[in-house]
């Protein structure tokens, strides 16, 4: 059964890796100007920080 849950942790902290990596590059690939670029780059930043911080810790559940 440990496994099963490892391979499901797996999964969950791969599509957070992937969905954080591509928020950060998301961020950079704005075209606003101005304020709006920063409120976007700001969130796109936050969800991709957090993204990756999930990823790092489901991969510390599964060591």
């Given at each position: 059964m ?30 606003k100007e101005?304020?709006e ?16 911080v ?8 599964i060591?």
């Amino acid at each position: 059964m440990s496994e099963w849950i490892d391979a499901i942790l797996f999964g969950v902290a791969l599509v957070a890796f992937t969905l954080g990596l591509s928020s950060i590059v998301m961020g950079f690939m704005s075209s606003k100007e101005g304020s709006e670029a920063l409120h976007e780059r700001i969130e796109m930043g936050y969800l991709g920080v957090s993204g990756l911080v999930v990823c790092l810790v489901l991969g510390y559940l599964i060591v």
